[in-house]
């Protein structure tokens, strides 16, 4: 493969700087495994078998969507502390809407081809209302965000609360439940079409990226670092593809879904559970929001509010519909949140969402999101929420009291924010 004409070959440097990897990003990718391999030894192997990495994965999504929102709210100098219980109340929605309010008004029965769609849009559309609410206080009454999303942390959980009586509501629409994970995977052989197709888009990524540093004359990474690199991809890609795969699906289940085509199943036939669609849809969420973040107008006003809302204003940026924007993405996130925990129960529970604001809030800081406005990822995010999921696991697993989890996880939080603050200073970030 040869150089672009025009491309310039960047310096001789070290091999870490040659692959232009974030040194931050390397450090959470590296404690991320440390935390694997210590709860590994301390469970005897039993942490990094496939069905706790599958399960570890199905438990991430929900917080891991909430999370990529959540940097935008906080790099806008925000802070939404009601989406736990705003994912409360859009998941009583759609419990609701499937159990009693759909069958009642309409007679679509659980079953029915329309059901599970019309429940998921009225909670998206319950989710973007809110949220725009909220965005409205915050921008156009100047009420504090930490004030009104305080308040909707009350009011919000108890709405959920008043809306089913208080009650456990299913079971949900099978379609609706295939949302949560385990009920809903694409199998074996699609997971792999899926991940050859997703290294694919990342190597013509890598590429169009390469090309367009070269065009624009900037300097380009050696041919053996742009080869390294796509290597980690594609291994990181299939390795996780693998993995999914491994986790067998019991015979049991495999002789009902046998049965329920009208067929036999072969006698040793085994098949593994493959992506989950909630995993799918995080995906997706990953890539819109990071198109957003980096490739749209939206995204450098937010960004740019970030870092100096004084000057966004003053450069044209209407910075109050900026806020409800953010905040009504915010409650739809939340209200998809919402679906994907529900979804995974098999039904709506009065404590789903409980605590989920402290650890939304966690993986987004983790991530690198800083508080202090302007700074922040999507992928950041979504590795904080798996550091986040994978210390609440593990230390589950290990036998740790639910009390003390959570002291751990704020303790985590705290020192998330002084590592932060440590290395803006010794970089010169702001």
Not at 44 to 57: P, V
Not at 136 to 158: D, E, K, S
Not at 204 to 230: M, N, S, Y
Not at 326 to 341: E, N, P, S, T
Request: glycine share 12%.
């Amino acid at each position: 493969m040869a150089e672009t004409t025009g491309a310039k070959a960047a310096p001789k440097q070290g091999f870490l700087k040659s692959l232009e990897i974030d040194t931050r990003l390397l450090g959470m990718i590296g404690a991320f495994i440390a935390v694997c391999l210590v709860f590994n030894l301390m469970t005897d192997g039993r942490f990094l078998t496939a069905r706790n990495i599958f399960n570890l994965t199905i438990q991430t999504v929900s917080v891991a969507i909430m999370a990529t929102g959540m940097v935008f709210v906080i790099v806008t100098r925000h802070i939404d502390l009601s989406v736990g219980s705003l994912l409360a109340t859009c998941s009583a929605v759609m419990a609701m809407m499937q159990t009693r309010w759909l069958p009642d008004m309409l007679g679509l029965e659980i079953g029915h081809p329309l059901l599970p769609w019309v429940a998921i849009l009225a909670g998206l559309l319950t989710g973007a209302a809110i949220g725009a609410f909220n965005g409205w206080l915050v921008g156009y009454l100047t009420i504090p965000a930490f004030i009104v999303t305080l308040g909707g942390l009350l009011v919000w959980r108890n709405v959920a609360w008043y809306m089913t009586s208080g009650q456990t509501i299913g079971p949900l629409d099978p379609t609706y439940v295939a949302f949560g994970g385990i009920n809903g995977t694409l199998g074996p052989a699609a997971s792999w079409i899926v991940g050859l197709g997703a290294v694919a888009a990342a190597l013509i990524a890598l590429f169009a990226a390469r090309r367009a540093k070269a065009g624009h004359g900037q300097p380009v990474k050696p041919l053996w670092a742009e080869a390294v690199l796509a290597g980690l991809v594609a291994a990181a890609i299939l390795g996780f593809v693998a993995v999914l795969n491994a986790y067998q699906i019991p015979s049991a289940r495999l002789e009902r879904i046998f049965e329920a085509r009208g067929a036999v199943m072969p006698e040793g036939y085994t098949a593994g559970y493959g992506i989950p669609y909630s995993v799918l849809l995080l995906i997706f969420i990953a890539i819109v929001m990071t198109v957003v973040a980096t490739r749209t107008r939206l995204g450098r006003y937010i960004f740019a509010t970030g870092g100096n809302p004084d000057a966004a204003e003053l450069s044209g940026i209407n910075t109050r519909l900026l806020t409800v924007k953010i905040f009504a993405i915010m409650g739809a996130l939340c209200a998809l949140a919402g679906m994907v925990a529900s979804a995974r129960l098999a039904n709506h529970s009065n404590d789903i969402g409980t605590l989920d604001e402290l650890r939304v809030i966690a993986a987004a800081v983790i991530g690198g999101t800083a508080l202090s406005g302007g700074i922040g990822t999507i992928h950041g995010a979504i590795l904080g929420a798996l550091i986040m999921q994978s210390l609440q696991s593990g230390m589950a697993m290990v036998g740790v009291d639910a009390p003390f989890q959570n002291i751990v996880v704020g303790a985590v939080l705290v020192l998330a924010v002084l590592i932060d603050i440590l290395y803006r200073k010794r970089t010169g970030a702001r």
